[in-house]
Structures are given as structure tokens and as C-alpha cells.
């Protein structure tokens, strides 16, 4: 039974906001309104408590309201030198944030240019290699997900640009099969590529995970034919596969670093492009090349600052490299006595688990949300779930997250 307020959200959802999300949603079995939300746990409005695998991306990778990044928030609210700030003027919380994030990135890069989302950082990127190379066309992969705003949405995959006619101007962005250094050349070739953008493990694909050597060849190709490499770390970024940046982890220096999701502490919104000194040529010589009312909000770089902090602490990264370890034992042990399970795709806390039928990750999901574990589909692929861990899980998270996973594969094998 729906209480008052669930339904009114319900009914608001419908009425006002997105019918066929909920509609989507409800024919599945799922009707959550989040209410209380703490650590890694999320109550719906009626009460039921979920474990959230989701993560909402990464932008709980530290859990939900973490006390040190509210504290960080509310001493910026106190604080009579901070609020939204004036994109015009330089100022201290953007500019400590902005030496924070460089010198936590590979050696190159050197500038930063903040946003209020993934997809407006990731336009900044495109925007910055094109005037860079004075080159129009984007390379990207097939499956690939940047966001949906203009030039983001043209780079990825054709379910969400084709609707909207957002495809882009004619020949100015090239899709290829993620993992196939073959097809890369032949869509570099031409010598007219401004830049590849890629997820070094692409979510919304299931996070696949891209083949030894693929990433290093993307980069030497890039180099033969005066390309730049992208590396969006929306999903993959901020510790989660272990090193703060997953590509760095691969042991590849791109040209720019996208961030967003978990940069925000899950608070404030705040998403970053991070530039190396030639894609950010741009900025010694044109003072009002791009502008964002809202990206750098002050609010936002103070909590950042705290979520970089809290990310590069020794014991962060012990607690990652741990929880991975201990979710790589307990899914080879799973994938091992339920074939149902066919894949498991794992770098650190960055993992996909692809279901013996193309449907088989919809009925997982479906079946976790009623043992009270949240993790959602991959969108471009309907038989593979997400699997998002928080960073700071701790061993009796870790265990329940694989004794659900186990009970709901199980389920969902006898069933079908
Ligand atoms: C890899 C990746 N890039 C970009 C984005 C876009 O971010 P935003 O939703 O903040 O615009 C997302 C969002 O899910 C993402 O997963």
C-alpha cells in the first residue's frame, strides 16, 4: 500500500515530469520514491530499505550524505565568502579545487574548465580539441554513453541522438566498435579526426572491458594521426577501478579528462574538463571562449575538494583494492555454480555481469529491487546489470551484496 506521499510523487511524476519512465519502471515491478537516504542504503517512502548497487553512476561512490562532505557544504554555507560565485572573476574555492584536480591527474594536463554536468564538460572537451587541432570529426564508440546535451549526445549512441535529429553536422562524428583497433585506423585514416572520446570501460555497454593493449593502441594511434584522446571518467573516475583515473590505471596520459557524478559528493553539482595545455590553448587567447553561469559554483568546489580528499586517502584506496578483492573471490565463486551467470567483468569497483539471455538483466534487476538491492540494467544492453560498490563498503555491505546477488541469479535461473 502507497502512503500519501508516495503517491502524491507518483501521481506528480506522471502528471508533470516523465510518464514513461514511470510507466517503464512500474511494469517491471519497480514504484521507488526515494526517501531517507544514509551511507549506501536508500528507504523508498513506504518504508523498504535497499542496498544501492547503482550509485547513481558513481555520484555515491562515498555513500549517501556522507557527515565529512555535509560538514564540507554546510561550513561553505556559513562561509560569507562563498556562494554560487561570478564566472567572470577568478576566485579561491574554483582555484584550489582546479590545483587539487591537476595534480591528481596524469602528467599533461594542466588547465581546468568546470561545468554543472557530465554532458555540458563533456561539450567543453569536444569544443576544446576541435578549436585545438582545427579538426571537426569525433571519433567514439559504438555503445558509448556521454550524456545528452548537444555535442555529448552526438558522440554517443544513435537510440538517444536519432530521436531528437541531434546526430550532428554530416560526417562530423564516427562510431566504431569499441575494442577494434582495426576499425579505429580506419576511421583515423583520413587524417581529419580532431579527437577519440571513449569510456575506458563503457557503462551503459555493460562495462566491457576494453582488451589488453586496446587503450595504449587507441593512444599511439591517435599520435600517428594527430588525433587527441578523451578519456571520459564520468562512471570510471574518482577511484573506482582502483587508480583515481582508470585510463592513468592503463597506464595511458590522454589529452583531457572528463569528470562529473562523484565529483559532486552526490551534494552539489559540479563536473570538470581537465585540459592538457594544448587542448586548453584556447584559454590564454580567447577570454570568454566558453562560460557557465553555474560550473565552478563555489558551493560545489568545496565539497569537490572534500570528495578528492576523502578519494586519495590511503585508506580509501586500501578499502577499494580490499572490497574488489573480496567481490572477485565471491563472483568467481558464484559465476562458477550458476552458469546463468555467463560473464563477469570487473576492474576494482568498476563491474558488469552479462546473464545467459538478452533479457536477463532486466529480471535480475527486478528480482534484487524485491530481495532490497538497487542496481540497474545496462541500458544498451538489456542481459547485463551494473554493479556499483561504494568505495567505503565495509565486509558485512560486502557480503550481503554478494548473498543477494547470489539468491537473485539463483531465482531468476529457476524461474526462466
Ligand atoms: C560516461 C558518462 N559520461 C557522461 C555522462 C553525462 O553526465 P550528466 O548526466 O551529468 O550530464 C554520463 C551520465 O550518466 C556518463 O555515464
Not at 554517443?156 to 531528437?164: H, N, S, V
Given at each position: 500500500?502507497?502512503?500519501?506521499?508516495?503517491?502524491?510523487a507518483?501521481?506528480?511524476?506522471?502528471r508533470?515530469?516523465?510518464?514513461?519512465k514511470?510507466?517503464?519502471?512500474?511494469?517491471?515491478g519497480i514504484?521507488?520514491?526515494?526517501?531517507?537516504r544514509?551511507g549506501?542504503s536508500?528507504w523508498?517512502l513506504?518504508?523498504?530499505e535497499?542496498l544501492?548497487?547503482h550509485l547513481?553512476?558513481g555520484?555515491?561512490?562515498?555513500?549517501?550524505?556522507h557527515?565529512?562532505?555535509?560538514?564540507?557544504?554546510?561550513?561553505?554555507?556559513?562561509d560569507?565568502?562563498?556562494?554560487?560565485?561570478n564566472?567572470h572573476?577568478?576566485s579561491?574555492?574554483r582555484?584550489a579545487?582546479a590545483?587539487?584536480?591537476?595534480?591528481?591527474a596524469p602528467?599533461g594536463?594542466?588547465r581546468?574548465?568546470?561545468?554543472?554536468?557530465?554532458g555540458?564538460a563533456?561539450?567543453?572537451?569536444?569544443?576544446?580539441?576541435?578549436?585545438?587541432?582545427?579538426?571537426r570529426?569525433?571519433?567514439s564508440?559504438?555503445?558509448?554513453y556521454?550524456?545528452?546535451?548537444?555535442?555529448a549526445?552526438?558522440a554517443?549512441?544513435?537510440?538517444?541522438?536519432?530521436?531528437?535529429l541531434?546526430d550532428?553536422d554530416?560526417?562530423?562524428?564516427t562510431?566504431v566498435?569499441?575494442?577494434?583497433?582495426?576499425?579505429l585506423?580506419?576511421?583515423l585514416a583520413?587524417g581529419?579526426?580532431?579527437?577519440?572520446?571513449?569510456e575506458p570501460?563503457?557503462?551503459?555497454?555493460g562495462f566491457l572491458?576494453?582488451?589488453e593493449?586496446?587503450?595504449a593502441?587507441?593512444?599511439?594511434r591517435c599520435d600517428?594521426?594527430?588525433?587527441?584522446?578523451?578519456?571520459?571518467?564520468?562512471?570510471t573516475g574518482?577511484?573506482?577501478?582502483?587508480a583515481?583515473w582508470?585510463?592513468?590505471?592503463?597506464g595511458v596520459?590522454?589529452d583531457?579528462i572528463?569528470?562529473?557524478?562523484?565529483?559532486?559528493?552526490?551534494?552539489?553539482?559540479i563536473?570538470?574538463?581537465?585540459?592538457?595545455e594544448?587542448?586548453?590553448?584556447?584559454?590564454?587567447?580567447?577570454?570568454?571562449g566558453h562560460?557557465?553561469?553555474?560550473g565552478g559554483?563555489?558551493?560545489g568546489?568545496?565539497?569537490?575538494?572534500?570528495?578528492?580528499?576523502?578519494t586519495?586517502r590511503?585508506?580509501?584506496?586500501?578499502?577499494?583494492l580490499f572490497?574488489?578483492?573480496?567481490?572477485?573471490?565471491?563472483?568467481?565463486?558464484?559465476?562458477?555454480?550458476r552458469?546463468?551467470?555467463r560473464?563477469?567483468?570487473?576492474?576494482?569497483?568498476v563491474i558488469g555481469?552479462?546473464?545467459?539471455?538478452?533479457?536477463g538483466?532486466?529480471?535480475v534487476?527486478r528480482?534484487l529491487?524485491d530481495?532490497?538491492?538497487?542496481?540497474?540494467?545496462?541500458g544498451?544492453?538489456y542481459?547485463?546489470?551494473?554493479?556499483?560498490p561504494g568505495?567505503?563498503?565495509?565486509?558485512?555491505t560486502?557480503?550481503r551484496?554478494?548473498e543477494?546477488?547470489?539468491a537473485?541469479?539463483?531465482?531468476v535461473?529457476?524461474?526462466?
Open positions: 500500500m502507497s502512503s500519501e506521499r508516495k503517491a502524491r507518483l501521481a506528480h511524476n506522471d508533470y515530469l516523465s510518464p514513461a514511470g510507466e517503464l519502471f512500474r511494469a517491471i514504484d521507488l520514491v526515494i526517501g531517507r544514509e549506501y536508500l523508498d513506504d518504508g523498504k535497499l544501492d548497487l547513481n553512476g555520484t555515491y561512490n562515498l555513500g549517501h550524505r557527515p565529512e562532505l555535509v560538514a564540507a557544504l554546510r561550513g561553505a554555507l556559513d560569507e565568502c562563498l556562494d554560487v560565485g564566472h572573476f577568478p579561491e574555492a582555484g579545487l590545483e587539487a584536480l591537476v595534480a591528481s602528467e594536463i594542466a581546468v574548465v568546470f561545468a554543472s554536468g557530465g555540458e563533456v561539450d567543453v572537451a569536444i569544443k576544446s580539441v576541435r578549436r585545438a587541432t582545427g579538426r570529426r569525433i571519433v564508440a559504438e555503445g558509448g556521454h550524456g545528452h546535451t548537444g555535442l549526445l552526438a554517443g549512441a544513435a537510440r538517444f541522438r536519432a530521436p531528437f541531434s550532428g554530416p560526417g562530423a562524428f562510431h566498435p569499441f575494442g577494434d583497433l582495426d576499425a585506423d580506419r576511421a583520413p581529419d579526426a580532431a579527437a577519440v572520446i571513449l570501460i563503457p557503462a551503459t555497454a572491458l576494453p582488451p593493449g586496446y587503450l593502441g587507441v593512444r599511439a600517428a594521426h594527430g588525433a587527441l584522446l578523451i578519456a571520459d571518467e564520468v562512471q574518482l577511484g573506482r577501478t582502483g583515481l582508470a585510463i592513468d590505471g592503463y596520459r590522454p583531457v572528463v569528470s562529473a557524478k562523484g565529483l559532486s559528493g552526490g551534494l552539489y553539482p563536473a570538470a574538463t581537465l585540459l592538457s594544448a587542448a586548453g590553448a584556447w584559454l590564454r587567447t580567447d577570454s570568454h562560460v557557465s553561469t553555474f559554483a563555489e558551493l568546489c568545496r565539497v569537490a575538494q572534500k570528495v578528492l580528499e576523502i586519495t590511503e585508506a580509501t584506496r586500501d578499502n577499494v572490497v574488489a578483492s573480496r567481490l572477485a573471490e565471491g563472483l568467481a565463486d558464484l559465476a562458477a555454480r552458469p546463468f551467470l560473464e563477469v567483468r570487473q576492474r576494482g569497483l555481469l552479462s546473464f545467459a539471455r538478452p533479457d538483466g532486466v529480471h534487476m528480482r529491487y530481495l532490497g538491492v538497487w542496481a540497474i540494467v545496462a544498451f544492453d542481459g547485463a546489470i551494473q554493479v556499483k568505495l567505503l563498503w565495509d565486509e558485512a560486502t557480503a551484496a554478494l543477494t546477488l547470489d537473485a541469479i539463483g531465482d535461473a529457476r524461474v526462466l
